[in-house]
């Protein structure tokens, strides 16, 4: 084990934190031991904080915290939980998808972050074996209350991807219109490389919003 490490557990947070930065910004290989002697400090901060900032991470080491993430999906720490979905987004890992549908449904807005990790998820990871509980969960987030309006967003520009239905776009050129954050947002997330015009009609899915031309005749 890297020997700076050893007695992190009892350090308090500030030395903790910043040796996990330290050994990130040397951009050292851990060994796979290391990664997952961190993945299980109990301060879930300090692991948070590592999987923002490491990045030298082999095939072997990927598949290890993909089976992490895998078995911490149910974890009560939700915002640790969100982290651990956007870093499977980034890396591509595959992950339950039926377990990330469920975690869309909430009754509170206290869990909306994690909401937002879970879109994210399924933007990039589109499987139409899941179609049925993928279009009737992205609906439910688009038609309730209890949802952010940027959820209700990417909810609605991953429906109208599969779908191509008039309603859905209308409904995210409802959300941009009402208020400049949404825009803003909305501007963030055409930025990915799935809206890349190789692959995506952009221009003419701009077009389509900037006129209100929703026929899609």
Same mark, same amino acid.
């Given at each position: 084990?890297?020997?700076?490490?050893?007695?992190?557990?009892? =350090?308090?947070?500030?030395?903790?934190?910043?040796?996990?930065?330290?050994?990130?910004?040397?951009?050292? %290989?851990?060994?796979?031991?290391?990664?997952?002697?961190?993945?299980?400090?109990?301060?879930?901060?300090?692991?948070?904080?590592? =999987?923002?900032?490491?990045?030298?991470?082999?095939?072997?080491?990927? +598949?290890?915290?993909?089976?992490?993430?895998?078995?911490?999906?149910?974890?009560?720490?939700?915002?640790?939980?969100? *982290?651990?979905?956007?870093?499977?987004?980034?890396?591509?890992?595959?992950?339950?998808?039926?377990?990330? $549908?469920?975690? =869309?449904?909430?009754?509170?807005?206290?869990?909306?972050?994690?909401? +937002?990790?879970?879109?994210?998820?399924?933007?990039?990871?589109?499987?139409?074996?899941?179609?049925?509980? $993928?279009?009737?969960? +992205?609906?439910?987030?688009?038609? %309730?209350?209890?949802?952010?309006?940027?959820?209700? =967003?990417?909810?609605?520009?991953? &429906?109208?991807?599969?779908?191509?239905?008039? *309603?859905?776009?209308?409904?995210?050129?409802?959300?941009?219109?009402?208020?400049?954050?949404?825009?803003? /947002?909305?501007?963030?997330?055409?930025?990915?490389?799935?809206?890349?015009?190789?692959? /995506?009609?952009?221009?003419?899915?701009?077009?389509? &919003?900037?006129?209100?031309?929703?026929?899609?005749?």
């Amino acid at each position: 084990m890297n020997e700076r490490l050893i007695n992190i557990e009892k =350090l308090n947070f500030i030395e903790a934190h910043k040796i996990i930065l330290q050994l990130c910004e040397d951009k050292i %290989h851990l060994s796979l031991d290391d990664i997952s002697f961190i993945l299980n400090l109990k301060e879930k901060e300090l692991v948070e904080s590592f =999987l923002k900032e490491y990045a030298h991470f082999h095939q072997k080491e990927l +598949l290890y915290i993909e089976n992490f993430i895998n078995s911490n999906l149910e974890h009560e720490n939700k915002e640790f939980l969100s *982290d651990l979905i956007y870093f499977a987004t980034d890396f591509g890992l595959d992950i339950s998808y039926s377990k990330i $549908l469920e975690l =869309l449904i909430i009754d509170a807005e206290d869990n909306n972050f994690l909401v +937002l990790a879970s879109l994210q998820y399924l933007n990039k990871n589109i499987k139409f074996l899941y179609i049925d509980a $993928l279009l009737e969960n +992205l609906t439910y987030i688009r038609d %309730h209350e209890v949802y952010h309006q940027n959820e209700q =967003l990417l909810a609605s520009l991953i &429906l109208f991807r599969i779908t191509h239905k008039p *309603d859905y776009l209308a409904f995210v050129k409802e959300l941009i219109e009402y208020d400049e954050s949404n825009l803003e /947002f909305f501007n963030n997330s055409i930025k990915d490389d799935m809206y890349d015009g190789k692959y /995506f009609n952009i221009e003419s899915f701009l077009g389509i &919003l900037k006129t209100g031309n929703l026929s899609l005749d």
